[in-house]
């Protein structure tokens, strides 16, 4: 039998809405029949979002041509750049301003590496920021530099004030921060929209001895109840914080339980490339990579569209138009 020649037979993705998005090849691991393609899809977790391990019994794909037979052969974990109209955040930008940052971050490249992330953010994000620990004369977790719904020019402003202020005197009260600012900031933002938090830290949890600190669980539990995903970008080592190893397995457990990331660095001069990883956190959202055979009787014509709709169970439907 003649061996077949697989090949990439190109991809035109039409996305339509907050369709997901689709890559269509030929499969070499075995010959397909001429008249059978597949199809990779990126269905958004956000779109099912208490769907629950899955089989993949639990999505179902048809196409508007009734001739097309869609079969969903599996799926796996994945992320997906979200479309256009799916970037809809509200992000809270938690900073540190702590004396520790004089010894780890001298040449203050947090500042230029913060406002190039500012800048690259979408302009329908809805932006909020607050510095810890405050500045001023008498303790506070933190100072409210921007409130929720600034726009990017207000929070490059505060940025810019804050880089031309002095270091706060009372620790780093990372938990405290998380457990007071985030319903503050994001518990009233529209349902719609995403919620994070951007904390940007050198140093562990830390407040004066007469101040009661709240425990990471609390601060996770807060989050968690008001859907807010934790991403941290956390400037050490093991030779600037005593207990770094223990410091980032917290702050990757309460990244992981609410869909966000830690984005660790030892040097600052790396962290505009951190700042640069935590945007790519926010356009890629976690998927279900479905894999779809397509069949149809007599094949598929070049430049053939097809319009498939997926949902899964108790999730929205969404729909992709491909060109064969």
């Known amino acids: 039998m003649k061996r077949w020649k697989f090949f990439i037979v190109g991809l035109v ?36 979002p208490h769907l629950q391990s899955p089989d993949r019994s639990a999505f179902t794909v048809r196409c508007d041509d009734p001739k097309v037979a869609v079969e969903v052969v599996g799926w796996k974990d994945g992320k997906a750049k979200r479309p256009p109209r799916k970037q809809l955040f509200s992000v809270l930008i938690a900073w540190d301003q702590s004396a520790s940052l004089q010894a780890t971050d001298p040449e203050r490249r947090r500042f230029p590496a913060g406002k190039q992330l500012i800048n ?39 940025l ?22 985030i319903p503050e900031f994001l518990a009233n933002e529209p349902q719609e929209r995403e919620r ?23 601060a996770l539990q807060v989050a968690q109840t008001h859907r807010v995903q934790l991403v941290f970008v956390l400037l050490g080592n093991e030779q600037t914080i005593s207990d770094y190893v223990q410091v980032r397995q917290t702050l990757e457990y309460m990244a992981n339980a609410t869909g966000g990331k830690v ?25 279900y990579n479905l894999h779809l055979r397509v069949r149809k009787p007599g094949g598929f014509r070049r430049g053939e569209t097809l ?13 992709v138009t491909i060109r064969m």
């Open 263 to 287: 984005i660790a660095v030892e040097q600052a001069q790396d962290l505009r490339e951190a700042f640069g990883e935590v945007l790519d956190t926010l356009e890629y959202a976690p998927c």
């Open 120 to 158: 690259d953010l979408p302009h329908s994000a809805r932006l909020g920021l607050v510095n810890f620990a405050s500045l001023g004369m008498q303790y506070a977790d933190y100072d409210s530099r921007a409130l929720m719904g600034s726009d990017k020019q207000q929070i490059l402003n505060a």
């Open 196 to 218: 994070w938090v951007i904390l940007f830290t050198d140093g562990q949890n830390e407040v004066p001895d007469f101040v009661v600190s709240r425990t990471h669980q609390e």
């Open 307 to 319: 319009t498939l709709r997926i949902q899964a169970t108790g999730g929205r439907e969404r729909t």
């Open 13 to 48: 993705v039409l996305l339509t809405g907050c369709a997901p998005e689709f890559r269509v090849y030929t499969l070499g691991a075995a010959p397909l029949p001429q008249n059978t393609r597949t199809v990779h899809a990126a269905y958004f977790k956000s779109d099912a």
């Open 160 to 181: 810019d004030e804050l880089n031309r202020r002095d270091f706060s005197r009372y620790g780093t009260p990372l938990w405290n921060t998380l457990f007071y600012a």
